[in-house]
């Protein structure tokens, strides 16, 4: 036997971590498709020939030429086509526009939308039963991935839908110019943010380690530690520098002897109470005087405030305005935008205040929280939540100091297209032209998030073919227009008429000269329309019952609204009993007159004014304000002589 030959081993360098990643980016951006796109730019522009091209981009002639005569589409990929092809694409950016828009479709949504379309279109390639299966929804979303993904969203009424770009670039305008004259730009310890807020006495559920289903099939209880549904109202301040005041509380009535509700808070917290536990005219003007004791002694200072009816009061505009302190209000419905508080300063600390209500519940299950130890706890769990820099972030993200309009992203305003007369059409050009898919991504407006390498890779491949229209027409294809019109984005169909508030006619500057002289004229004006529609309905009451009267004379009711008036026979029965004794046939109609003719509850005759009614039981009369309010009788029964009456006493006796 001979001897074997020991091979050589060749030693290679094991690949960095950047090696591998740009290598995988290389195989995410040169994929087959793409690479024959830029030699078709090549061969159309006449720039390489058909073999060249294909060997300098190491493609096959065959493939190459194939594209080149429009027999293959230059996005062809391995695999059998999909059903709708190009119109994926239109489908995808209409999903991506329509959670823009806050009305975006879920999984099963969607599949009805796709079924939809397949029973109006009459085309030979269909579903199994006419309904898309989850795994072509799953394949879907794999194919569209640069454009659509699933989303969670969020919460959006109706009013802050409406919030238009124009709105918020006009605010941003008026207020820089506002601290600009007021040398406020650099000075974050003097612009303020107050809003109030309520905290519940409970805890919430959430998602915990809890024994498996087969063990226990019922669901796992939470003991939140408090009464749920009770709520406090808790106002606080803080300025761009990180500083937040001392919290001011406003407590239901009435208002507690035995304790101190703000045992355990900050030494400077303040309590007010109100009729329901709410912010009021009256408590904000006390706040204005709890941020003038407690903020910087520069002034001027601002404060931002949001459009709540309590907020707006002549009275505290001008308290504030003697002290010092500007009030400048933020763009009405926008406050999730541009309220410091609201932004990043809320939620973290309520976060907080859930976690010490569990936490307490867990370690002190006997001690409940309620008003009277509320202020305690709400501090400890303030403690562990403040941080200044988390409120310097929430005046930057909100764009209100440094004062930045690009810190609010048009996208968020997006769903207020919907409401306006002109809307945004989805492009459903699909023509394929030689683009480069991120580019597509980007106009789509995603939010999707790239790495620098891929941005440097991306760079690198892209070339701009978008100026050569030289491709053959085979190879486009049209959107079906049964697509078209199922992409039709919403729009509103008729435009109601938007009611007018006072604070929409005010200036954004509260306490200027202007906005507190106009604050006192529409005072004037309120007060001119209450006593208007007092007169006038004053006078509708007075005319109806003009008319019950004539109506009651003309059918010649028993029972109806008396005539206030004083007949002759009872001047001559009160005559006479002025003059003396007289005959016994006068004094005997006397006493029937004043027996019958008077109102059996308060004694009094016709000539004392109001609306009488007789007991078709006793036949007695009696006004109908005397009538008790416990007493249960049908009020048709004043002008009905069908309607029965019968009066207190007979109602007792029977």
Same mark, same amino acid.
């Given at each position: 036997?001979?001897?074997?030959?020991?091979?050589?081993?060749?030693?290679?360098?094991?690949?960095?971590?950047?090696?591998?990643?740009?290598?995988?980016?290389?195989?995410?951006?040169?994929?087959?498709?793409?690479?024959?796109?830029?030699?078709?730019?090549?061969?159309?522009?006449?720039?390489?020939?058909?073999?060249?091209?294909?060997?300098?981009?190491?493609?096959?002639?065959?493939?190459?030429?194939?594209?080149?005569?429009?027999?293959?589409?230059?996005?062809?990929?391995?695999?059998?086509?999909?059903?709708?092809?190009?119109?994926?694409?239109?489908?995808?950016?209409?999903?991506?526009?329509?959670?823009?828009?806050?009305?975006?479709?879920?999984?099963?949504?969607?599949?009805?939308?796709?079924?939809?379309?397949?029973?109006?279109?009459?085309?030979?390639? &269909?579903?199994?039963?006419?309904?898309?299966?989850?795994?072509?929804?799953?394949?879907?979303?794999?194919?569209?991935?640069?454009?659509?993904?699933?989303?969670?969203?969020?919460?959006?009424?109706?009013?802050?839908?409406?919030?238009?770009?124009?709105?918020?670039?006009?605010?941003?305008?008026?207020?820089?110019?506002?601290?600009?004259?007021?040398? !406020?730009?650099?000075?974050?310890?003097?612009?303020?943010?107050?809003?109030?807020?309520?905290?519940?006495?409970?805890?919430?559920?959430?998602?915990?380690?809890?024994?498996?289903?087969?063990?226990?099939?019922?669901?796992?209880?939470?003991?939140?530690? #408090?009464?749920?549904?009770?709520?406090?109202?808790?106002?606080?301040?803080?300025?761009?520098?990180?500083?937040?005041?001392?919290?001011?509380?406003?407590?239901?009535?009435?208002?507690?002897?035995?304790?101190?509700?703000?045992?355990?808070?900050?030494?400077?917290?303040?309590?007010?109470?109100?009729?329901?536990?709410?912010?009021?005219?009256?408590?904000?003007?006390?706040?204005?005087? @709890?941020?003038?004791?407690?903020?910087?002694?520069?002034?001027?200072?601002?404060?931002?405030?949001?459009?709540?009816?309590?907020?707006?009061?002549?009275?505290?505009?001008?308290?504030?305005?003697? $002290?010092?302190?500007?009030?400048?209000?933020?763009?009405?419905?926008?406050? @999730?935008?541009?309220?410091?508080?609201?932004?990043?300063?809320? #939620?973290?600390?309520?976060?907080?205040?859930?976690?010490?209500?569990?936490?307490?519940?867990?370690?002190?299950?006997?001690?409940?929280?309620?008003?009277?130890?509320?202020?305690?706890?709400?501090?400890?769990?303030?403690?562990?939540?403040?941080?200044?820099?988390?409120?310097?972030?929430?005046?930057?993200?909100?764009?209100?100091?440094?004062?930045?309009?690009?810190?609010?992203?048009?996208?968020? $305003?997006?769903?207020?297209?919907?409401?306006?007369?002109?809307?945004?059409?989805?492009?459903?050009?699909?023509?394929?032209?030689?683009?480069?898919?991120?580019?597509?991504?980007?106009?789509?407006?995603?939010?999707?998030?790239?790495? #620098? !390498?891929?941005?440097?890779?991306?760079?690198?491949?892209?070339?701009?073919?978008?100026?050569?229209?030289?491709?053959?027409?085979?190879?486009?294809?049209?959107?079906?227009?049964?697509?078209?019109?199922?992409?039709?984005?919403?729009?509103?169909?008729?435009?109601?008429?938007?009611?007018?508030?006072?604070?929409?006619?005010?200036?954004?500057?509260?306490?200027?000269?202007?906005?507190?002289?106009?604050?006192?004229?529409?005072?004037?004006?309120?007060?001119?329309?209450?006593?208007?529609?007092?007169?006038?309905?004053?006078?509708?009451?007075?005319?109806?019952?003009?008319?019950?009267?004539?109506?009651?004379?003309?059918?010649?009711?028993?029972?109806?609204?008396?005539?206030?008036?004083?007949?002759?026979?009872?001047? *001559?029965?009160?005559?006479?009993?002025?003059?003396?004794?007289?005959?016994?046939?006068?004094?005997?109609?006397?006493?029937?007159?004043?027996? &019958? *003719?008077?109102?059996?509850?308060? @004694?009094?005759?016709?000539?004392?004014? #109001?609306?009488?009614?007789?007991?078709?039981?006793?036949?007695?009369?009696? @006004?109908? $304000?005397?009538?008790?309010?416990?007493?249960?009788?049908?009020?048709?029964?004043?002008?009905? *002589?069908?309607?029965?009456?019968?009066?207190?006493?007979?109602?007792?006796?029977?």
């Amino acid at each position: 036997m001979g001897r074997t030959r020991k091979r050589k081993e060749i030693w290679t360098p094991s690949k960095s971590p950047a090696q591998k990643l740009a290598k995988q980016i290389s195989r995410k951006y040169k994929s087959p498709h793409k690479v024959a796109r830029k030699a078709l730019y090549q061969v159309f522009n006449k720039q390489l020939s058909i073999r060249k091209a294909a060997r300098e981009h190491n493609i096959s002639y065959s493939s190459l030429q194939r594209r080149t005569s429009g027999l293959v589409d230059v996005e062809k990929k391995r695999g059998p086509e999909t059903i709708f092809n190009k119109s994926e694409e239109t489908m995808a950016k209409y999903l991506s526009e329509m959670a823009q828009r806050g009305m975006g479709l879920r999984p099963t949504e969607f599949l009805d939308f796709v079924e939809n379309i397949m029973k109006n279109d009459k085309r030979r390639k &269909t579903f199994k039963d006419g309904r898309p299966s989850w795994d072509w929804y799953y394949a879907f979303m794999k194919r569209n991935k640069h454009i659509v993904q699933k989303r969670k969203e969020t919460p959006l009424e109706i009013s802050r839908a409406k919030v238009t770009t124009e709105e918020v670039d006009g605010w941003f305008h008026n207020y820089r110019m506002f601290m600009s004259d007021n040398h !406020l730009m650099d000075k974050p310890e003097r612009v303020y943010n107050a809003d109030e807020t309520g905290f519940t006495m409970g805890s919430k559920s959430g998602e915990v380690i809890g024994p498996a289903k087969k063990v226990q099939k019922e669901p796992v209880p939470h003991v939140s530690g #408090g009464r749920s549904k009770e709520r406090v109202t808790v106002m606080y301040c803080a300025n761009a520098e990180g500083s937040i005041l001392p919290p001011f509380f406003v407590f239901a009535r009435p208002k507690p002897t035995s304790y101190d509700l703000l045992a355990g808070s900050h030494r400077n917290a303040r309590a007010e109470f109100t009729d329901k536990g709410w912010m009021d005219a009256e408590t904000f003007r006390k706040f204005i005087h @709890h941020l003038h004791a407690h903020a910087v002694k520069e002034r001027p200072i601002v404060l931002l405030i949001d459009s709540v009816g309590s907020h707006v009061d002549m009275e505290s505009f001008s308290a504030a305005k003697e $002290l010092g302190i500007e009030i400048y209000r933020l763009v009405r419905n926008a406050t @999730h935008l541009m309220q410091p508080l609201d932004v990043g300063v809320y #939620g973290p600390m309520k976060k907080s205040w859930y976690k010490h209500l569990r936490d307490h519940t867990r370690h002190h299950p006997e001690d409940m929280v309620r008003k009277q130890n509320f202020a305690r706890h709400l501090q400890v769990a303030f403690m562990d939540f403040y941080k200044p820099v988390t409120v310097q972030k929430s005046f930057a993200t909100s764009g209100v100091f440094p004062v930045d309009r690009s810190a609010i992203s048009d996208l968020r $305003l997006k769903p207020s297209l919907t409401y306006e007369e002109a809307t945004l059409s989805v492009d459903t050009s699909t023509a394929c032209t030689p683009t480069s898919s991120r580019a597509t991504t980007f106009s789509c407006g995603s939010t999707e998030e790239h790495s #620098g !390498l891929d941005i440097l890779a991306q760079a690198a491949s892209a070339v701009d073919y978008e100026a050569s229209g030289n491709l053959p027409s085979s190879i486009h294809e049209q959107v079906s227009p049964l697509i078209v019109s199922a992409v039709k984005l919403p729009t509103i169909r008729t435009k109601t008429a938007k009611r007018k508030r006072l604070a929409d006619e005010l200036p954004d500057n509260l306490t200027s000269e202007n906005g507190i002289r106009m604050m006192g004229l529409k005072s004037l004006e309120k007060a001119k329309s209450f006593a208007s529609k007092e007169r006038k309905a004053r006078e509708r009451y007075l005319k109806s019952k003009e008319n019950v009267r004539s109506k009651g004379q003309k059918t010649g009711k028993g029972k109806q609204r008396k005539k206030v008036v004083t007949t002759q026979m009872t001047l *001559e029965a009160t005559r006479s009993d002025n003059q003396g004794p007289s005959t016994s046939h006068t004094d005997t109609r006397a006493k029937e007159i004043s027996e &019958t *003719e008077r109102c059996f509850v308060c @004694h009094a005759d016709e000539s004392e004014p #109001g609306d009488w009614i007789q007991c078709d039981l006793c036949r007695k009369w009696e @006004h109908i $304000l005397c009538i008790p309010a416990a007493h249960p009788w049908d009020k048709d029964a004043a002008v009905d *002589e069908s309607v029965e009456f019968m009066c207190h006493n007979c109602t007792s006796i029977s």
